[in-house]
């Protein structure tokens, strides 16, 4: 009994990485619709968040079932609650990356981001998509550490969040007042995904060495 | 004892009651602090918002604590980890508030919103604001009709959210580049605000009826 039990917690974990593979996958994929102007890509992208927001309620349902059944003693409580509160991060992660992706199809055939601004947007997709493929490797190896180092590519975004408004700012060039509505936006979502990812990080943090998690 | 402990289960209500009325505030003055270009009012939203997060970091100790102490049945689990979830709802919302005293602040003693939009933030500031007392009294009675109505009202800030952008594109007013990315940020904090108002009114929907909670 106590053995499933065990086996249970650690399928939670794995559900978490996976969540956490599939959410990167789709800032990667969302950041190219959005470069390349690809229907199909975003499309796909999409869809996709289905399939994340179906691991999120699935994995609800059964960390809720493991507690309810099990009576977790305090420390695997403390896992069962933080799981909870990853997988909201990282559903809502995929939930970004739709939303990029569906900027992308209510501009096609046009491309949202100016000239200007491609490589910016570029590398905020880049960085966002390798926080969470680190976030997936934290959760698996419980690398606190590496958990810590994530703060410092966090404030990368930051940078290039700030960079964005730079530019569509800058008297050179004169941007369309819709192309600063959605380059704030996407902006503003690529940041919101890498907080989201840094959330995670930080709550692993705390689940291991019980230090506070900042509330983020 | 187990008196004690429904106490405690009560106080937790209590504590979101409390955080839903402080956000709601929070809402009205920094929607004020905004339209009259008033920094007293914004630094005040800013500064307050410590204390809704203290509430929050409290909520989560005490409640952890409950669950770890008590063993609680499946159906005082539910309440426990939905009431996490609300706490984290009601942290955001105040986190938005702040975040739109701080547009505020940025641009005093300019007013960051131009004439011809002040009446649609201002029925954003009031709707989001509204949306967070009837959240504090549903949760106060546990009222799930009232809980499920306050979809409409989100379909309206949604409704506001949009006309915003029409404004901004509107030919006849040339909006400047600075005044797009602030109202475009700003009509997205609202946005959310009321979104995370709707969520909270959900989960309360699937406390009390079971139904599922459509994971916002």
Chains 1, 2 share one sequence.
Do not use: W
């Amino acid at each position: 009994m106590r053995d499933a039990y065990h086996e249970q917690l650690e399928s939670v974990g794995h559900t978490l990485v996976e969540m956490a593979e599939l959410v990167g996958q789709a800032l990667s994929r969302a950041t190219r619709a959005l470069l390349e102007a690809d229907l199909p890509t975003a499309e796909a992208v999409i869809s996709a968040d289905d399939a994340v927001d179906a691991l999120h309620r699935e994995l609800d349902v059964r960390t809720l079932d493991l507690m309810a059944r099990q009576q977790p003693v305090a420390s695997d409580l403390r896992i069962l609650v933080t799981s909870l509160r990853m997988s909201a991060d990282l559903e809502r992660m995929g939930d970004l990356a739709r939303h990029i992706a569906k900027v992308s199809r209510m501009r096609y055939p046009q491309c949202a981001i100016p000239e200007e601004l491609r490589e910016t947007i570029a590398q905020m997709g880049e960085i966002g998509a390798e926080l969470a493929r680190k976030v997936g490797r934290i959760l698996e190896d419980k690398d606190v550490d590496a958990a810590r180092t994530l703060e410092a590519q966090d404030d990368a975004v930051d940078r290039l969040h700030r960079a964005v408004f730079t530019e569509l700012l800058s008297p050179e060039n004169p941007y369309a007042i819709e192309t600063a509505i959605d380059v704030t936006l996407l902006s503003r979502y690529y940041e919101r995904f890498a907080d989201h990812a840094v959330s995670v990080a930080h709550r692993l943090v705390f689940l291991v060495t019980g230090e506070q998690d900042g509330q983020r």
